[in-house]
């Protein structure tokens, strides 16, 4: 049985990481997969790249690294979004930049037959026309993706919401239980937000995927996490207080 945790949009918020991070101590998980926004809104930036460099075993780019980059217009975040890329911007040392340079928009796992990408593979949704701001917004847009996604499974993050689509146009509501994933569907998977959930639950959020004696399985994990400690180290930072009262929302 192989075993991969899948993580995305840690936004800097240690205490959530390090809890998750735990958390997948405990499943017997063989790699961790990172599908981007390690930075950007969080305290600490610096920390949490520290510690995903350390543990992910594969690392995709996403919005918020382009824009500490400055690869990309500030005109396309919002300015809550400004002020945590300034900010992380201020914590990262020059070869941290030059690492976020180096990472990949997408990873395609072939042996997996799973492809890894921030937003969307098609980049359907984005803004900009770039794939890591693609953005699923309803059903059209899953199962345009899935259609022309390369692999059985596309692995998404961005809108901190997780969800499971299949290309029959099943979408699995609550998430609560193991999804077994057919051999003859292809899935289109968000993992949710490790540091931002906005699905009106607080806890930090991850997948986990399962693979082995015949049997694919997917399961989202929620961790609970001591958020207001995260949110003391957002007012106590030059971070908007809106960044850290969502939190205690999961919005
Ligand atoms: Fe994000």
């Given at each position: 049985m192989k075993k991969i945790a899948i993580i995305s949009d840690i936004h800097g918020n240690l205490e959530a990481l390090e809890t998750v991070l735990f958390d997948i101590e405990k499943q017997d998980v063989q790699d961790v997969y990172c599908l981007g926004?390690?930075?950007?809104?969080?305290?600490?930036p610096k920390k949490c790249l520290d510690i995903i460099r350390k543990k992910a075993t594969i690392i995709v780019t996403g919005n918020h690294e382009l824009g500490v980059l400055r690869?990309?217009?500030?005109?396309?975040?919002?300015s809550v979004a400004r002020a945590g890329i300034e900010f992380s911007r201020r914590q990262l040392s020059k070869s941290d930049l030059i690492f976020l340079q180096s990472l990949q928009v997408v990873k395609i796992v072939k042996n997996l037959d799973l492809t890894l990408i921030h937003g969307s593979f098609t980049g359907i949704g984005s803004p900009n026309g770039l794939q890591v701001w693609g953005?699923?917004?309803?059903m059209e847009d899953a199962m345009y993706e899935l259609e022309h996604s390369p692999t059985r499974l596309c692995f998404v993050g961005h809108i901190h919401v997780p969800f499971v689509i299949d290309d029959s146009g099943k979408w699995y509501e609550g998430l609560t239980e193991d999804v077994v994933l057919k051999k003859d569907k292809k899935y289109l998977i968000n993992v949710g937000?490790?540091?931002?959930?906005?699905?009106?639950?607080?806890m930090a959020c991850y997948g986990i995927l399962s693979i082995g004696e015949g049997k694919t399985i997917f399961k989202i994990q929620r961790v609970f996490y001591n958020i207001q400690k995260t949110v003391d180290a957002i007012y106590g930072v030059e971070l908007p207080e809106y960044l850290g009262n969502r939190l205690l929302k999961g919005e």
């Open positions: 926004d390690i930075v950007g809104y969080g305290p600490y690869h990309v217009s500030f005109s396309d975040f919002r953005r699923i917004r309803d937000s490790v540091g931002q959930p906005r699905d009106k639950n607080p």
